[in-house]
Each structure stands twice: as structure tokens, then as C-alpha cells.
């Protein structure tokens, strides 16, 4: 587990894609600049797709994580 903690939390579990991209760039709107937000996936797509989306959007990818299926991802919003 991180020691990163999140202001928010975005659960999109048994979301296949492209929900989690679109869930996560909703929550992202709502929350601050600066503020963290913990994202949890079980699509196996997450783990390409929320490092691209990061890139492209300029939001930093904290930490990614995965086991038991279940991806967790920290994304600090820029």
C-alpha cells in the first residue's frame, strides 16, 4: 500500500475502457490543482491507458500499483 495520500478517491472497478479514462477525466475536473486523486481499476487496460492520459493531459502519475486483479494509481492533478 502507498503512502500517498489521496484528497479523492475514483473507484471504476468492473468499468471496462473506455470508462475509467472518461471517469477519471470527469473527477479530475473537480478537484484542485495540486490535490491527489487515487484511482481504482480492474481493467487490465488501466495500466497503459492512465500513464498515456497523464502524459498527454500533463497530470503526474505519483505511484501505480497492482495485485489480486485490482490496479490503484495516484494521480496528482496539475
Known amino acids: 500500500m502507498s503512502d500517498i495520500k489521496a484528497d479523492s478517491k475514483l473507484d471504476t472497478s468492473g468499468k471496462c475502457c473506455p ?3 472518461v471517469d477519471l477525466n470527469m473527477a479530475m475536473k473537480k478537484i484542485n490543482s ?7 481499476a480492474t481493467d487490465p487496460g488501466t495500466l497503459t491507458d492512465i500513464p498515456s492520459w497523464c502524459q498527454r493531459t500533463g497530470h ?11 490496479m490503484q494509481f495516484y494521480v496528482k492533478k496539475s
Not at 495540486?34 to 481504482?40: D, H, N, R, T
Not at 503526474?60 to 485490482?70: I, P
Open 19 to 21: 470508462m475509467p479514462i
Open 34 to 40: 495540486g490535490e491527489v486523486l487515487e484511482v481504482i
Open 60 to 70: 503526474t502519475l505519483m505511484e501505480s500499483e497492482q495485485g489480486d486483479g485490482v
